[in-house]
């Protein structure tokens, strides 16, 4: 599905990826780790074909990266994150924002087809909010918000989900309901990539976990085996313990320096 391999990432002599190498296969769900600055928001643009690297190569869904047209690929991957947000508008409504995902556009500036929007409304359904398809965007809570991007995302059916911190800023209530909503994708053909800095957002969905330290994978495999606080403390330098609670890993801090 994603193949990212042997990726260096220079930018003004600075080093931000070193010799990277994740291989995503079908029917794998995979968790990016890692600390404020270590390259997981550039290894999900890459994926994206938003930014390309100095060496090594990314093939997505069959395509290599450089060789194919990007925004064909692209029209298969949807990507939920901040800056994507921040380009829509606040004062348009629900229905709409959530329709634009049909066709990866920010804004109609014509009439949307009929069915389109029913399709935006079964979408609003699915994230259990319907009742809010008139509103304007602005006028919905943070957690409102993240279930409108998720379902707008899911309008154009992709093969692949990338989501770069999905769940910051939600309370406990809105992550927890905003995370079943992500396990229920196991339903769908979808391959989901997903940046936390939270580990308790591994959901049983997730099957794989890399670990990234300035720039380069310390760490990556079944989560289960990569997710052992020898990993945890070389990536974050701090003592934990983890447990494995109703298939979701919680840690607690022994020492913090
Ligand atoms: N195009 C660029 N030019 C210069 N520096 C860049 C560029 N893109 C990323 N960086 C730098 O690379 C480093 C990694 O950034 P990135 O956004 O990938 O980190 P991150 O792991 O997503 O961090 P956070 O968890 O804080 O969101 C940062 O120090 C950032 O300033």
């Known amino acids: 599905m994603i193949h990212l391999s042997g990726i260096h990432f220079i930018r003004e002599e600075r080093h931000i990826l070193q010799d990277v190498n994740v291989h995503i296969q079908p029917g794998e769900h995979w ?4 600390r404020n600055g270590s390259g997981k928001t550039t290894l ?3 994926m994206n074909g938003y930014e390309f690297p100095s060496r090594g190569t990314v093939d997505v869904l069959g395509n290599r990266y450089g060789q194919c047209d990007v925004r064909e690929v692209r029209k298969k991957i949807g990507y939920i994150s901040q800056s994507l947000f921040e380009k829509l508008n606040l004062s348009d409504p629900v229905l709409e924002v959530v329709a634009t995902g049909e066709y990866a556009y920010l804004r109609f500036y014509q009439e949307i087809p009929q069915e ?3 399709r935006a409304l079964v979408m609003l359904e699915r994230v259990r909010i319907p009742h809010l398809a008139h509103q304007p965007l602005g006028s919905l809570s943070q957690g409102e918000r993240k279930k409108v991007m998720l379902a707008r995302s899911l309008m154009m059916k992709p093969s692949i989900l990338i989501m770069d911190e999905p769940a910051a ?14 396990n229920d994708l196991s339903k769908q053909n979808i391959t989901v990539v997903y940046v936390t800095h939270h580990i308790e957002e591994i959901i049983p969905l997730f099957t794989h976990v890399a670990i990234i330290e300035q720039g380069e994978i310390i760490a990556a495999g079944r989560k289960e085996e990569v997710l052992t ?6 990536a974050f330098g701090i003592e ?7 298939e979701r890993p919680w840690i607690k801090v022994i020492e913090s320096r």
């Open 31 to 34: 968790v990016l780790l890692g």
């Open 44 to 46: 999900l643009e890459m």
């Open 116 to 118: 389109v929007k029913d």
């Open 169 to 182: 800023g939600l309370d406990l209530y809105e992550r927890e309901r905003f995370l079943t909503d992500i």
């Open 229 to 234: 606080p020898e990993h945890i403390h070389r």
């Open 240 to 246: 934990i313990t983890l447990e494995w609670f109703q």
